[in-house]
């Protein structure tokens, strides 16, 4: 419980800063920020539940490249953080365009502009995470 409020917390932060260093990327205020960060967080869980036989398909697929000799050394003990992390990139691009078009106080100009906030929210959240686990 502790984290999943400290999680938010951190996103609501993170959701907030990226509205101030990103262009096309606009937050009216900090109750704003809070708010997409509870609706992401929420649909997040909710996501990730949908797609743990996506990830788990996506495992066993990356698993049987690693047998190709130019491609296994690439994957080779890397295929279930590889599909990890382009499972959870595309889901928060899809998050975040699916919030913007609910809410009305948060708005981004163009799928651009969602695909670099992701990066930048998987980024940062992986760097604080690293510092403070959550």
């Known amino acids: 419980m502790i984290g999943t409020l400290l999680a938010i917390l951190?996103?609501?932060?993170?959701?907030?800063?990226i509205?101030?260093?990103?262009?096309?990327?606009?937050?009216?205020?900090?109750?704003?920020?809070?708010?997409?960060?509870?609706?992401?967080?929420?649909?997040?869980?909710?996501?990730?539940?949908?797609?743990?036989?996506?990830?788990?398909?996506?495992?066993?697929?990356?698993?049987?490249?690693?047998?190709?000799?130019v491609i296994g050394p690439l994957l080779a003990g890397a295929g279930i953080f590889v599909t990890i992390f382009l499972l959870t990139?595309?889901?928060?691009v899809i998050l975040l365009i699916a919030i913007d078009k609910f809410l009305d106080d948060f708005e981004m100009d163009s799928t651009g502009t969602a695909v670099i906030a992701a990066l930048l929210l998987a980024g940062l959240n992986t760097l604080i995470r690293v510092v403070l686990p959550v």
């Open 10 to 17: 951190i996103n609501t932060a993170v959701f907030y800063g």
């Open 19 to 69: 509205s101030k260093i990103l262009p096309g990327f606009r937050i009216k205020d900090e109750k704003t920020a809070a708010i997409v960060a509870v609706a992401y967080s929420i649909l997040g869980f909710l996501a990730g539940m949908l797609a743990t036989p996506f990830i788990i398909i996506g495992t066993i697929f990356l698993s049987l490249l690693a047998f190709i000799p």
């Open 89 to 92: 990139f595309g889901l928060s």
